[in-house]
């Protein structure tokens, strides 16, 4: 085996690929097309390793080779589906639907349940991102910086408005649930 090999196999460990795993599921929100997603990132930083800086955030580096992909898949998915004809009482039955598959292991520890769940897929896709980065992998700050490439004030402000709009769509089940009133 080759001193890249090595090396490689070193930076990602079990840890940064179940991370990768979880966040690589959000995105795409099935598991298919989570594990195509994971491979294509891995095969990426593979051909890109040179590039690596040793001793940085291995993980952080592979979810921005992962947001990059899925942003360039999602571009070239929605011109294509510019010409095809879309039933979007379907999509949104789809959208409003976000439940974890039993077979998918996901980082975060402690049950959540459904409505928390649903709420969180209710978000946009970059409010996602920040609350499970932040809350369900541990991220810091900085490194929710580093994997997404986008300054320290969208990153505190994006957390801020998520917070809000989960706050907003839980509010009902934590009145009935808790009985607090928010």
């Not at 195509?36 to 993980?59: F, H, K, V």
Request: hydrophobic share 40%; charged share 25%.
């Amino acid at each position: 085996m080759s001193e890249e090999h090595v090396a490689f196999n070193q930076e990602v460990t079990p840890l940064v690929l179940k991370k990768l795993r979880s966040q690589a599921f959000f995105l795409t929100h099935d598991p298919d097309d989570a594990k195509d997603l994971m491979q294509i990132t891995l095969l990426r930083a593979w051909r890109s390793w040179r590039q690596y800086e040793p001793g940085s955030n291995c993980g952080a580096w592979l979810c921005m080779i992962m947001r990059n992909l899925h942003i360039n898949n999602y571009r070239k998915k929605s011109k294509s589906l510019n010409k095809v004809n879309i039933n979007y009482e379907d999509l949104e039955k789809g959208y409003e639907k976000f439940v974890v598959p039993p077979n998918m292991e996901l980082s975060f520890d402690g049950p959540f349940s459904d409505e928390v769940m649903g709420a969180l897929g209710k978000l946009q896709e970059k409010y996602q991102v920040m609350i499970v980065l932040r809350h369900f992998e541990g991220y810091s700050y900085k490194e929710i910086v580093e994997s997404l490439g986008c300054p320290i004030g969208t990153v505190r402000s994006n957390l801020h408005r998520a917070k809000e709009a989960l706050k907003l769509l839980l509010a009902d089940y934590a009145k009935e649930k808790y009985n607090i009133a928010i």
